[in-house]
């Protein structure tokens, strides 16, 4: 029993970024929305014609729209991409000040002799 209650404990606690996303997020909240009337639409017009609904393209019209919107709001639900590292700055600073330091130091050698 109290590993199912820590098991939901932490399914809970991996779900408080996505809900926190589509709290903040109003683009994601405007794919919901845009997905919930898609299907609402479809909903009430394959509901008013029965057999027939399969040949209505105002109905796959609203389910395409829906999926769309869906798709949206998952992509935009997840993590974004990390910006890729930067490393020749890195490694042009690095050379950089060797080439300085050996410069300076060749420069003291021929001072001194």
Do not use: F, H, W
Not at 102 to 110: G, N, P, R, T
């Amino acid at each position: 029993m109290a590993k199912a209650t820590k098991q939901a404990k932490k399914q809970a606690e991996s779900a408080v970024p996505y809900i926190r996303r589509v709290l903040e997020d109003e683009r994601l909240q405007e794919q919901l929305r845009s997905a919930a009337g898609g299907l609402r639409g479809a909903y009430s017009r394959a509901r008013g014609q029965g057999g027939k609904a399969v040949e209505d393209k105002r109905l796959y019209d609203n389910l395409r729209q829906a999926a769309t919107s869906i798709r949206q709001a998952a992509t935009g639900l997840q993590k974004p991409k990390p910006e890729p590292k930067r490393r020749m700055k890195k490694v042009a600073a690095v050379v950089l000040a060797s080439g300085s330091a050996l410069l300076v130091a060749k420069q003291q050698k021929s001072q001194s002799k």
